[in-house]
């Protein structure tokens, strides 16, 4: 398998479960990328991940916390989210952190209810 | 005010019109990116570009650094380039360096 997959694919989850994003990349890049995509709005990154170190935390809430075990998976572990939490969650690397091209998961639809 | 807006937000197109999409960005950047979103989610990426023009096939990107301003451009549009496009920058200061910005996305419909 190639390129950068994502799973689940759909997630519904009340507000007190916990459940976690999963994201695998086959490429050999060193960095990784949360980012959350709201109706209406930009993009938004999250957090990102360069050579499994946490350099960026783009002010997210607790909620949302991140876990990079190597340099090929990257998790995204939720407890206690709110409606508004519900987005499009994706997942994206790229060789290096800095201006390269990044390669995107197919991401997950989350919906808190 | 968002630092990376595209215009228009939508576009209606009939099939082998010739289609422009533009961004314009406030910020210094070291590289723009334009992306392609299909309903589903998945992004794929057209083209990345720091000057002048690039070409793919039916697709063309331009940059004008000096006005900090790009373009897409679709030649024969066709239904299957139906999706939301999307320009992105890499800022070139500061601690989020290398982070991309993101306009909100053009949504592009072809009819045949």
């Known amino acids: 398998e190639t390129g950068v997959t994502q799973t689940p694919r759909h997630l519904v989850m009340g507000m007190t479960n916990k459940k976690s994003l999963k994201c695998e990349q086959h490429?050999?890049?060193?960095?990784m990328y949360w980012y959350k995509q709201s109706a209406k709005k930009p993009l938004e990154l999250m957090f990102v991940y360069s050579l499994e170190e946490r350099v960026e935390n783009n002010s997210v809430p607790s909620r949302f916390s991140p876990e990079c075990p190597n340099s090929s998976h990257l998790f995204l572990h939720l407890h206690t989210l709110q409606p508004e939490d519900s987005a499009l969650y994706l997942c994206?690397?790229?060789?290096?952190?800095?201006?390269?091209?990044?390669?995107f998961g197919p991401g997950t639809r989350l919906t808190v209810t | 005010k968002n630092e990376v807006e595209q215009s228009p937000q939508n576009l209606t197109a009939q099939e082998g019109e010739f289609i422009t999409i533009n961004c314009s960005y406030s910020v210094g950047i070291s590289a723009l990116h334009w992306l392609q979103q299909h309903p589903g989610g998945g992004i794929v990426s057209l083209f990345m570009l720091s000057s002048g023009k690039k070409k793919h096939g039916r697709l063309i990107a331009t940059i004008n650094i000096q006005e900090k301003h790009s373009s897409l451009h679709i030649t024969a549009s066709h239904p299957r380039d139906s999706a939301v496009y999307i320009c992105a920058v890499h800022m070139n200061y500061g601690g989020s360096q290398g982070n991309l910005i993101f306009g909100k996305g053009t949504k592009l419909s072809v009819k045949p």
């Open positions: 490429l050999g890049h060193n960095a």
């Open positions: 994206a690397s790229s060789p290096d952190r800095g201006a390269y091209e990044q390669y």
